[in-house]
């Protein structure tokens, strides 16, 4: 199936994927001046809709952009709908830029904000390395500095770490601050367990991760401690577990840092856990949202 088949909701309707069209002149096109959010729905219900709606709106208030008003749950669960993805697991994505314009730097007053959808399947794959785990690589820079909290359209960092891991035949890259301290990963949290704690990154400096907040609860509804520091890289190889989170790929196991094996090489018992009680969660929270017409 083509990504262009299929339907894509457009500045306030729903279009044929491959009619679906934005101007040459949308700011989001040409200088990143936009946000996204992506999210995972379960069964035609996507997963904290709203935690992901405020971040956007937060965001998009600190570029001076408007979200529309629109009601995004109904939107996208017809979205969904017209995919054929009412009853399936998907991966759904709202894109907001500032709208088409005069190509200058400075952006105009008055501007019609450019907002639309797109849906799909989520990917096999994540299944089989929730299950076997999944090796990472180290990236010697990182998403710190401008606006690293706001989930912007300038994603240059992470497809150039995204396609480092791949030649390195990694899952995913993790972004190194000074040559010392570990951040995150080109589209995840990364979480490290020793003992009966979990340690992971302070969030500034890095993308407030809903479902990071998410884990971070349930973790302590276990009776874990949770512990927000400077990771040093080094604290990688000894810990006894090491996962990523993300909305999309909920929890995978880290098992491997390049060739050398973290935790035994095989996924901890506490990643397995938290696994099992964010999937739980997520998927009785979704249902509970009464999304479905």
């Known amino acids: 199936m083509s990504y262009l088949d299929g339907t894509v909701f457009l500045d306030g ?10 101007s040459v002149f949308d700011r989001g096109l040409l200088y990143g001046d936009g946000l996204f959010e992506t ?3 379960y069964r035609g219900c996507v997963f904290a809709l709203d935690e992901h709606l405020s971040r956007l709106r937060q965001s998009a208030d600190v570029l001076g952009i408007a979200l529309p008003q629109r009601d995004w749950r109904g939107t996208l669960v ?4 017209r995919n054929g993805l009412g009853a399936k697991d998907a991966w759904v994505r709202l894109n907001l830029t500032r709208g088409s314009a005069a190509p200058d730097i400075l952006p105009p007053d008055g501007v019609l904000p450019t907002v639309f959808a797109l849906v799909k399947p989520v990917a096999s794959g994540f299944s089989d390395v929730q299950r076997v785990g999944a090796r990472v690589t180290l990236l010697t820079y990182s998403r710190h500095g401008f606006m690293p909290e706001h989930k912007t359209l300038n994603y240059l960092p992470t497809i150039l770490g995204k396609a480092a891991a791949a030649r390195r035949g990694a899952y995913e890259g993790l972004f190194v601050r000074d040559g010392r301290y570990l951040m995150e990963g080109t589209s995840s949290s990364v979480f490290l367990v020793r003992g009966n704690a979990l340690q992971t990154p302070p969030v500034a400096g890095i993308l407030p991760g809903v479902t990071r907040r998410v884990i971070q609860q349930l973790a302590e509804s276990e009776g874990l401690r949770v512990v927000e520091k400077e990771t040093p890289v080094a604290a990688l190889k000894k810990a006894d577990e090491v996962f990523l989170t993300s909305s999309v790929a909920e929890v995978v196991p880290i098992t491997r840092l390049d060739d050398t094996s973290i935790g035994g090489g095989t996924p901890g018992p506490i990643t397995l856990l938290l696994q099992r009680k964010y999937r739980a969660f997520a998927r009785r929270a979704a249902a509970a949202d009464h999304c479905r017409p």
């Open 13 to 22: 309707r729903f279009v044929r994927a491959d009619r679906a069209r934005v």
């Open 39 to 41: 999210m995972r729905a």
């Open 78 to 81: 017809e979205l969904l709908r």
